[in-house]
């Protein structure tokens, strides 16, 4: 740019012309403000690719990075010449390109895996164990960025935090059924004396391979192990509270209408999991609402927050429709899927909500709009 400037002016001292190519085709080219890094980089072999469908906004992206553009006008006029060169000699103008007084600014942006969701759960065929179909879609990750507004690398990201899995060069969402019945299967050899080299602190992929069904491909597992386990440097461990949400979400869905009683849910959900692992209360968050009767003590009743809005002030308003007061941490679970980071929670109960603490816990009541 202050090359630019110092030959606009050199140009004006001189009184040159301008010489302008022909055909002119300002058309053909629109100008993008990077910073540095970003021009460093393209300038490396880096490349910027334009992602979306013909009637989305225009997404341009780095490899890892994804930047929502703003066309911004400006009053001056920006000229682009061929071959311009730092400290070249203006005995001879270069010849003009093209010239704009607007310009494409870029604001790094994130596609909320609430969204990635929803778009993959309509775009990829379900993977069901118990009833293997042809695949009707046949879609690969190619397909999904010529039509997702991500970067290749933060798709990738998001789609290791999803229920996908790959199987001959497709891309599968596995069924609540299969993903219901995997688990299933490795608590069974958790705790089967037949199988000692399999434990809820002792899994390996080699070991679930050979006594799982062959309808179950390689990939499955593997999303098993990274969904609900932990690596120790040696082996898989189960994580707790992955699997007691995942069973209590199968239990609650089972019977969505239905209330229950504290202590009953405790006795079924100990039955559903392996020796070792314990059901609490607080793996119920984000999937129940609590109540309280005098007859039965303490109920859970199911409560899918899929279902709420996703603009922010339309779902605090449905919650707090349902009760006036929220703590924290029973609240934050059915707004995260809706923000990049625990920060931004807050951000959103702090513009929408007041807050007070009682028994040094924050509770929360909306404002009134």
């Not at 490349?47 to 979306?52: A, F, H, M, P, W």
């Not at 870029?106 to 778009?119: A, I, M």
């Not at 920060?343 to 909500?353: G, M, N, P, Q, R």
Request: glycine letters at 2%; proline letters at 4%.
């Amino acid at each position: 740019m202050a090359e630019t400037r110092r030959l606009s002016d050199e140009m004006h001292l001189r009184g040159k012309d301008l010489v302008f190519d022909s055909p002119f085709t300002s058309a053909d080219y629109f100008l993008i403000e990077v910073d540095k890094k970003l021009a460093d980089d393209v300038l490396n072999g880096k490349e910027l690719v334009v992602r979306g469908n013909v009637h989305d906004h225009v997404t341009i992206c780095t490899e890892d990075t994804t930047y929502a553009t703003k066309e911004v006008e400006i009053s001056n006029t920006l000229l682009v010449a061929e071959n311009l060169e730092p400290n070249m000699n203006m005995a001879t103008c270069p010849k003009i390109i093209s010239l704009h007084n607007t310009y494409i600014e870029l604001k790094p942006t994130k596609f909320l895996l609430f969204h990635l969701k929803r778009v993959l759960f309509e775009m990829l065929d379900m993977y069901d164990f118990e009833e293997p179909e042809e695949p009707k879609n046949k879609v690969n990750f190619e397909n999904l960025l010529n039509t997702i507004q991500m970067s290749a690398g933060e798709l990738q990201e998001a789609i290791q935090k999803l229920p996908i899995i790959e199987d001959k060069g497709t891309l599968f969402m596995l069924s609540a059924r299969s993903i219901n019945k995997l688990l299933d299967d490795v608590i069974r050899l958790c705790d089967d004396d037949i199988y000692p080299d399999i434990a809820i602190d002792k899994i390996t992929f080699e070991e679930l391979r050979e006594p799982l069904s062959e309808l179950i491909p390689d990939s499955a597992i593997y999303w098993f192990l990274r969904e609900f386990c932990d690596f120790n440097g040696n082996y898989y461990v189960l994580n707790e509270d992955k699997v007691c949400k995942s069973r209590a979400e199968m239990v609650l869905r089972d019977k969505q209408d239905h209330t229950w009683e504290s202590t009953k849910f405790f006795e079924v959900m100990s039955k559903l999991l392996p020796i070792g692992l314990i059901f609490k209360l607080e793996h119920l968050r984000g999937l129940a609402m609590f109540g309280e009767t005098a007859t039965k003590g303490r109920t859970i009743r199911f409560f899918d927050g899929k279902e709420l809005p996703i603009e922010p002030k339309k779902r605090l308003h449905q919650l707090f429709k349902i009760k006036p007061s929220w703590c924290f941490e029973d609240i934050e679970p059915f707004i995260a899927d809706i923000c990049d980071s625990k920060t931004s929670v807050e951000e959103i109960l702090a513009k929408f909500c007041f807050c007070s603490k009682r028994d040094n816990k924050k509770f929360y009541t909306l404002k009134l709009t």
